[in-house]
């Protein structure tokens, strides 16, 4: 069962990847050539920006192919722990994006070189309004498997998307403004787009590496597995409770009280059946290690 729900879920990172990557080589080719026409150069711009996000994608596909290796005796508890370095990976070129976008912006404004962008056409309008709805459509498309599938990966390039998306924007605004005589519209939206990007960045790096330092899960999450923990017959209280995120899969650590005059085959079979529910209740839950500690009596 285990085995079949990985495959799926690398089947559909593989798949939305895959979009990406056609998608991707659609609007760089069509932002290139349109930037060249209409004389934009923020469009060009934004365009080996677009040209740039096929990379982020193929290092997703091999982050999670990676990631969904079996076990062996190397890495007993599998290889999930790749696709947090693959966030990473891609955490480090939206940082780097957005700082090249900022540093340009910069260095345009303090050189006064936005004044004599020559004005662009019509088609680069087009053209960038265009971009701007394919790759909002690429976010959502992209995210929404993120969050089916829990994989880091995938939703680092739902928003190397997003920030493709507001590049756009920045060349929107720059288009528009040197269309009516504003040239330095361009630079400046690209300044605060920078900081959307690096502030991205940042969050994306924050998340794998908590995944990859045995963080533990939510409160909400951890309330559920105590629920489900209680509701087992035979179940007097709990004693320690233990989570700690791997990748996008949570392990528990778990010491429950039950009464000492049982058998070690009932205490063996109550805590089978808190193992079972809680992987059958909890999706996220890939292991649950159970000590049973006999129940200290209280004086009377």
């Known amino acids: 069962m285990e085995i079949m729900q990985k495959n799926k879920q690398t089947e ?10 056609i998608g991707n080589i659609v609007l760089s080719v069509l932002k290139i050539l349109a930037g060249i026409i209409s004389h934009s150069s923020a469009l060009v711009s934004d365009g080996i920006h677009s040209a740039s996000d096929l990379v982020s994608s193929v290092i997703v596909i091999v982050g999670v192919k ?4 079996e076990e062996d005796a190397d890495h007993p508890y599998g290889h999930e722990r790749l696709e947090c370095v693959a966030a990473i990976v891609l955490s480090v070129l939206l940082l780097l994006t957005g700082c090249l976008i900022g540093h340009q912006a910069f260095e345009t404004i303090i050189s006064g070189k936005a004044e004599t962008v020559i004005q662009p056409g019509i088609f680069s309008l087009t053209a960038v309004i265009l971009s701007i709805i394919m790759k909002e459509a690429m976010y959502w498309y992209t995210r929404y498997y993120a969050v089916r599938i829990h994989s880091g990966a995938l939703m680092a390039d739902a928003w190397h998307h997003r920030s493709d998306s507001l590049s756009s924007v920045g060349a929107l ?9 504003l040239q330095i519209l361009d630079p400046a939206a690209c300044l ?6 690096i502030k991205t960045a940042y969050e994306i790096f924050r998340d794998a590496v908590n995944q990859m330092v045995d ?10 597995i105590r629920d489900c ?10 004693d320690l409770l233990k989570t700690r995120t791997f990748a996008n899969r949570i392990y528990v650590d778990l010491e429950i009280s039950a009464d000492g005059q049982m058998t070690l085959a009932e205490a063996h079979e109550i805590a089978h059946r808190i193992h079972d529910n ?5 999706q996220d839950v890939k292991h649950i290690m159970i000590h049973v500690n006999p129940a200290q009596k209280t004086e009377k």
């Open 215 to 224: 963080k533990a899960c939510d409160k909400e999450t951890e309330a559920r």
């Open 173 to 181: 605004i720059g288009i528009i403004g040197a269309r009516h005589g």
């Open 192 to 197: 605060v787009i920078c900081i959307f990007i």
């Open 229 to 238: 923990i209680m509701k087992q017959e035979g179940v007097i209280s709990i």
């Open 12 to 21: 559909i990172a593989v798949r939305v990847s895959a979009v990406s990557i």
């Open 278 to 282: 809680v992987e059958q209740e909890i």
């Open 66 to 69: 990676l990631s969904s290796k």
